[in-house]
Antibody, heavy 122, light 108 residues
Framework: QVQLVQSGAEVKKPGASVKVSCKAS????????IHWVRQAPGQGLEWMGW????????NYEQKFQGRVTVTGDTSITTAYMELSRLGSDDTAVYYC???????????????WGQGTMVTVSS | EIVLTQSPGTLSLSPGERATLSCRAS???????LAWYQQKPGQAPSLLIY???SRATGIPDRFSGSGSGTDFTLTISRLEPEDFAVYYC?????????FGQGTKLEIK
């Protein structure tokens, strides 16, 4: 079945970087964008950006520009989200998500990873 | 960016009742590029409605979406115990793909 499986929880110190992986299975990885969404404890959902695994093109929410890098490795059907210069307000659950429509067609997120908790603490 | 405002913040109802959740956009969302998600504690969000009116796979027909332009509604016709959760709307008409702040549906 179609699924996204993310890497495990991380604890990082302020100023460090974190890299979260999202392993896709059950579909053609290169045919669908992968988006990243985060959720701080007790808060709402915040969209971070996407990658087109076929081309490597990316698009990021402006507030994360310069700090976030989303990449994809089609050989192992895995997407990555790296966030640098971490602060305490980056403590959140990070989700990868996949639209229902292929490539650039706008769509909601039909498939979600299970989430990865990232804790930033000194 | 398109700001989505959901109301009410919290909705207290009993099983069997009808729930009406609102999502208002700061500017028109074209082509009904609006989705609704349900999130239960400790779980990832799950898609309920996309294209403003289309139910996602496996979603029961007590869930329905309506609206266009700047005003959208999620209706749950008869609440089941498993429907008590937090609901988010999201627009995917333009970047950034913004979410509303959520409506918590709680048992009265």
């Amino acid at each position: 079945q179609v699924q996204l499986v993310q890497s495990g929880a991380e604890v990082k110190k302020p100023g460090a970087s974190v890299k979260v992986s999202c392993k896709a299975s059950g579909y053609t990885f290169s045919a669908y964008y992968i988006h990243w969404v985060r959720q701080a404890p007790g808060q709402g959902l915040e969209w971070m950006g996407w990658i087109n695994p076929n081309s490597g093109d990316t698009n990021y929410e402006q507030k994360f520009q310069g700090r976030v890098t989303v990449t994809g490795d089609t050989s192992i059907t895995t997407a990555y989200m790296e966030l640098s210069r971490l602060g305490s307000d980056d403590t959140a659950v990070y989700y990868c998500a996949r639209p229902g429509s292929i490539s650039s067609l706008p769509d909601g997120f039909h498939i979600w990873g299970q989430g990865t908790m990232v804790t930033v603490s000194s | 960016e398109i700001v989505l405002t959901q109301s009410p913040g919290t909705l207290s109802l009993s099983p069997g009742e009808r729930a009406t959740l609102s999502c208002r956009a700061s500017q028109s969302v074209s082509s009904r590029y609006l989705a609704w998600y349900q999130q239960k504690p400790g779980q990832a969000p799950s898609l309920l409605i996309y294209g403003a009116i289309s139910r996602a796979t496996g979603i029961p027909d007590r869930f329905s979406g309506s609206g266009s332009g700047t005003d959208f509604t999620l209706t749950i016709s008869r609440l089941e115990p498993e429907d008590f959760a937090v609901y988010y709307c999201q627009q995917y008409d333009s970047s950034p793909r913004t979410f509303g702040q959520g409506t918590k549906l709680e048992i009265k």
